[in-house]
Structures are given as structure tokens and as C-alpha cells.
């Protein structure tokens, strides 16, 4: 017995992570949430058609989705209207963040709640009614590139900036107050306090901001699917034809570079936080 | 904080942008479909505003009263799912060493930052006929077999003459892996929350006193992680409620959510009105349940304060 309890230290009565149950349950979710998107980045090398044997390593598939025009504008789509509507989402963040931060003002509480609607409506609730207001107002649908994805972008900056606004604020919090009161007593104008004060302050979450607003473009797919129109179609609209038609390494290839694309801008927004926080 | 008074100029010019955009491009599309929901449909795209209630009743005949209920019942599944596999997750990671906490977390959240659809995708890759779940059981099956031969007892076809893949994929099953698959990590993060600020001496003592593992954990745990367990029960049910690719996807022709009734009236059956009125009542079903989180909230908040 003194034995056995040299090598293994009892359990104590809260040392759930060294229950072997609980371990278990923690790396069968861990299997569940991973072999997917494993297998499908494994086989988006894999030198065969059928997509299940194993028959070597090839890049054939990226040839092909490199070589695939239609896959490859939809994913200039994607990124040119990620890229547009990331600008205007963090301006609008931060002049959300900052009135709510700053300013007492009547129906402050009524614009906070219809600040955070875009949140927390269904997406296709607010994809159904981009729809149908841009197909109102007439919205031309015959401009040339990259205007023709004017309507895709309002409906993106529409459900980017309350997320912006949101970590912006988050930021602001913990703003210092007498900083900005220094300044001014100091005589700097309420522009210099902003320029030379503030924004600096806000910067990591400005990026962060940001960050989200582009992910959050790059991923979306409801939303899109209802204001995108024959000649406008973005990279998750077009990986959903090609998924209804097939299933093909294509597509696992495609997938690949997005998943890629995606983790490394987290892991670099994750990697800013970290550094601004110290 | 300052009134706007002092400085109305500068709230005036960060005020107006955001609320502009905000009330032309999120509340008129929002007041505009309401409006249609009121609607009559008119020849093939004309649409006659008669403030009819038509289309809400509409909601309510059989068969769609059918999908609504279909639709509670996936998300509640999916709810209840998560709850019993977030909860032993959420356990573990708060438990763990401190320096393991963020990785084991992250670990969680990770597959969150992939897109909805190439998740929704892998999937498909791995429940299909010919993919890797029956794969693998195929594999598993010749083994079988191949231990039955050894043993002689390869006459009896103990396991059927041939290996029957599985149907996992284009059913009412398959949409409800899809939602838990999809949805997990909503139930994790507010379990996580609420464990995390939990005060374990209350654990200890609870089990110094003699009760089991099982009663502390009934009597104890779950309700001081109450708010969290409400929050996480709330914010994963309305996303599930309203999934839109996961059925349309993995699911078969009777596995249609309120979403994919909403998409066809819009897309094909070129039915607006009651496509914005179904809309409208997930909507409100939404605020509903938000509204419930919002009071459970106020509710735990004067327990603890007592």
C-alpha cells in the first residue's frame, strides 16, 4: 500500500481533473470538435478521388482550386469586401464606444439596446430583411466590380460594427479618466486629447475590433447568401454551390487555406492582446 | 462621464454616423419585412400591404406548427446535449492546474474560429455512407469477422453476410450532431464562467460533511453555477433554434427547420409575406427567451445580495 502510494498520489475530493471519467469525457469532445476538420485538411492532400483510402501526398487539389477562376474571384470577393467593411466597422465601433463611454445623453438605454440587435437577432431574420430592403430601394445590381458588392458590404459593416463597438468599449473601460483631464489642462485641444491621448490608448482594441469585423465578414454565410446576386459571390457562397454538388478534394483544399487564413489572424489578434496587456 | 450638453458638437459628430447606419441599414430592412408580414402577395413580385393577419395565421396551420415544433425539439436535443457534455468539460478545465486552464479552454473555443460551413462540411465527409464513421466500422466488422473465422464460427454469419454502412448522414440524427457539433462550445464558456467564480470551500465542505460526489454536485454545484447554467442554456437554444445550414445541409427532407421554411418562401416559393412573418415570430420568440435570461439574472443577483 505505501508502495502504490509512492508512485500515485491520491485523489483528493476536488481533484475532478485527475478523474479518469472526466479525462475521458474532456479528450472524446476533444475528438469529437477535431477529427472533422483533421481529416478534412489531411485528405485535401490525399492523391485520390474517392477521398477515403490513403494514396499519397499530392498538391494537385490547390493546383486545381489555385486554377478554379470562379473559386478564385469569389475569394477576391471575400476578402475585398472583408477588407472595406473592417475600415468602417472599427470607425463606427469606436464612435459607438466612445459616445457610450463618454457621454450621458436621453435615450442612451434605447440606443445601447438597438446597438446590441444586430448581435442577437437570428441571422436569417436579419438576411431576409437585407433582401428585401435592398430589392425595394432598387439597389442597382449592374455596377461594375467592386461597387457590385456594395450591398454585400453595408450588410456586413450592419452586423460587424455592434461586435467592433463592442471589444472597443470593453478597451475604454479602463481608461484612466485623469489622463484625458491632463491634457486638456495642459491646453491641448479636445482634437489633440483624441489624437495623442486616446487613440493610442484604444489601439489594442481597435485592432481587436477589427480583427472580429474581418472574421466575422470572411465567415459569413446566411447573410451573404440573401444580398449576394449571381455576379457577386463570395468564397463561403461559392464553397456552399460546390458542397450541394459534391464532394470533392477541391473543396477540402479550399477549406484548407480559409481555415488557415482564419487561425492565423486569431492567433495574431490573440498575440497583439497579449502584448498590449503587458 | 459628461453630459452632452458640454460638448454637443463633438457628440454630435461621433452620434450621427453610427445611429444613421444603424436605423437606415439594420431598423428599416427590420421595419420593412415587418410591414410585409401585414402583406398580400400580388402577382409574382408585388406585394399588397392590407395590414392582413393572414400570414401569422397561416403559421399556425398544421403544418407548419409541425416544423415549429420540430425546430424546439432539435434545438432542445441540442440544448440538453451540450448541457450534459459542457458541463463534465467545464469541470475538468476549472479543476485543472491554473498555467492549463487557457490552453484547455482555447482547445474548446478553437473550432469556433473555423467557418460554420467548412465545419458543417467535414462533417458530411465523416457521417456520409462511403466516410470515415463507417469506415472505421467496416474495419471493425472484418476484424469481427476475422476473430469469428478463427474461432470456426464463420458459417453462422453472426454479423450478417455483408457490413451495412450506416444512414448517419440525410436524417433527423445527423442534424442534431450537427447542432451539438456546431453549438458545444456556447454551453462551455458560460459553465466555465460560473464554475471559475464559484467558491470551491463550499465543494469541501459539502463533501467533509459527508455527502457524495453525486448529491454535492445536485445539491451544491448547480445551484451556485445556476446563472451560468440559465445563461448557457439560453445562448445556446436560440442559436440552434434558428440554424439554417446545419438541417439544410445535413439533414433529410423531413428534417426542415423554421430557417429553411423562412429561405424557401424567400428564395423559391417566392412567398414574402409569410416568409417575413415566420420571421417575425422567430424573432419575437428570440426576445422571449433573452427576456427570460435577463430576469433569471435579476432573480440570482437578489439571491445573492440577501
Not at chain 1, 79 to 97: E, F, H, K, Q, R
Not at chain 1, 134 to 151: H, S, V
Not at chain 2, 20 to 37: C, M, N, R
Request: hydrophobic share 55%; glycine share 6%; charged share 15%.
Amino acid at each position: 500500500m505505501a508502495a502504490r502510494g509512492l508512485f500515485k498520489r491520491r485523489l483528493g475530493p476536488l481533484d475532478y481533473s485527475r478523474r479518469w471519467s472526466l479525462q475521458l469525457v474532456f479528450l472524446a469532445s476533444l475528438v469529437f470538435l477535431y477529427v472533422p476538420i483533421l481529416t478534412l485538411i489531411a485528405f485535401s492532400f490525399n492523391d485520390s478521388r474517392r477521398n477515403i483510402v490513403w494514396r499519397g501526398f499530392t498538391l494537385k487539389y490547390y493546383e486545381k482550386a489555385l486554377g478554379n477562376s470562379s473559386l478564385m474571384e469569389a475569394f477576391a470577393n471575400s476578402l475585398t469586401i472583408a477588407l472595406i467593411s473592417t475600415v468602417i466597422s472599427v470607425i463606427l465601433g469606436a464612435m459607438v464606444a466612445i459616445l457610450l463611454w463618454r457621454f450621458r445623453f436621453p435615450g442612451k438605454a434605447p440606443l445601447e439596446g438597438a446597438m446590441s440587435l444586430p448581435i442577437v437577432i437570428p441571422e436569417i431574420c436579419m438576411g431576409v430583411a437585407m433582401l428585401a430592403f435592398f430589392a425595394r430601394i432598387g439597389w442597382p445590381t449592374d455596377l461594375p466590380w467592386p461597387l457590385n458588392l456594395g450591398a454585400i458590404t453595408i450588410a456586413h459593416i450592419s452586423f460587424s460594427f455592434p461586435f467592433a463597438a463592442m471589444v472597443i468599449r470593453a478597451r475604454l473601460a479602463n481608461f484612466n479618466r485623469e489622463l484625458e483631464e491632463a491634457a486638456k489642462d495642459l491646453g491641448a485641444s479636445e482634437w489633440q486629447t483624441f489624437r495623442d491621448i486616446l487613440i493610442p490608448y484604444m489601439k489594442p482594441g481597435l485592432l481587436a475590433g477589427g480583427l472580429l469585423a474581418f472574421t466575422l465578414s470572411l465567415d459569413d454565410f446566411v447573410i451573404t447568401f440573401f444580398t449576394s446576386g449571381p455576379d457577386t459571390v463570395t468564397f463561403p457562397v461559392k464553397v456552399y454551390s460546390m458542397v450541394r454538388f459534391s464532394v470533392t478534394p477541391e473543396v477540402n483544399a479550399a477549406s484548407t487555406v480559409l481555415i488557415v487564413v482564419t487561425i492565423l489572424l486569431t492567433t495574431i489578434a490573440m498575440w497583439m492582446q497579449g502584448r498590449s496587456e503587458k | 462621464m459628461e453630459s452632452w450638453r458640454r460638448h454637443p458638437l463633438v457628440f454630435w459628430l461621433i452620434n450621427l454616423p453610427p445611429t444613421l447606419w444603424l436605423v437606415v441599414f439594420f431598423l428599416l430592412p427590420l421595419s420593412i419585412i415587418w410591414v410585409f408580414s401585414f402583406g398580400e402577395k400580388e402577382g409574382v413580385i408585388g406585394i399588397n400591404v392590407t395590414w392582413t393577419l393572414a400570414n401569422y395565421v397561416r403559421a399556425f396551420d398544421p403544418l407548419y406548427l409541425e416544423i415549429f415544433t420540430k425546430s424546439f425539439w432539435f434545438a432542445g436535443i441540442t440544448t440538453f446535449l451540450c448541457l450534459v457534455i459542457g458541463f463534465p468539460i467545464a469541470i475538468f478545465i476549472t479543476f485543472s492546474p491554473a498555467r492549463w486552464r487557457p490552453v484547455l479552454l482555447l482547445l474548446i473555443i478553437l473550432p469556433f474560429w473555423t467557418n460554420l460551413l467548412i465545419r458543417t462540411y467535414a462533417l458530411i465527409a465523416v457521417l456520409r455512407m462511403r466516410g470515415y464513421v463507417n469506415f472505421t466500422l467496416e474495419w471493425f466488422w472484418e476484424k469481427a469477422n476475422g476473430v469469428l473465422l478463427f474461432l470456426g464460427l464463420d458459417n453462422v454469419a453472426l454479423l450478417g453476410e455483408r457490413f451495412q454502412p450506416l444512414e448517419l448522414l440525410y436524417n433527423n440524427t445527423a442534424v442534431v450532431i450537427g447542432l451539438v457539433y456546431v453549438h458545444l462550445p456556447f454551453m462551455v464558456l458560460p459553465l466555465y464562467a460560473a464554475l471559475d467564480r464559484m467558491d470551491k470551500s463550499y465543494l469541501e465542505a459539502s463533501l467533509d460533511l459527508g455527502a457524495g460526489q453525486f448529491r454535492t454536485f445536485f445539491a451544491v454545484t448547480v445551484p451556485l453555477a445556476k446563472a451560468g447554467i440559465i445563461s448557457g442554456l439560453i445562448i445556446t437554444f436560440i442559436p440552434a433554434l434558428g440554424s439554417f445550414l446545419t438541417p439544410d445541409l445535413l439533414g433529410g427532407t423531413d428534417s426542415q427547420m423554421i430557417a429553411n421554411v423562412i429561405e424557401r418562401q424567400f428564395k423559391s416559393a417566392n412567398d414574402w409575406p409569410f416568409g417575413a412573418a415566420l420571421s417575425y415570430l422567430l424573432m419575437y420568440i428570440t426576445f422571449f427567451a433573452l427576456a427570460i435570461r435577463a430576469l433569471m439574472a435579476r432573480g440570482t443577483s437578489a439571491m445573492e445580495a440577501a
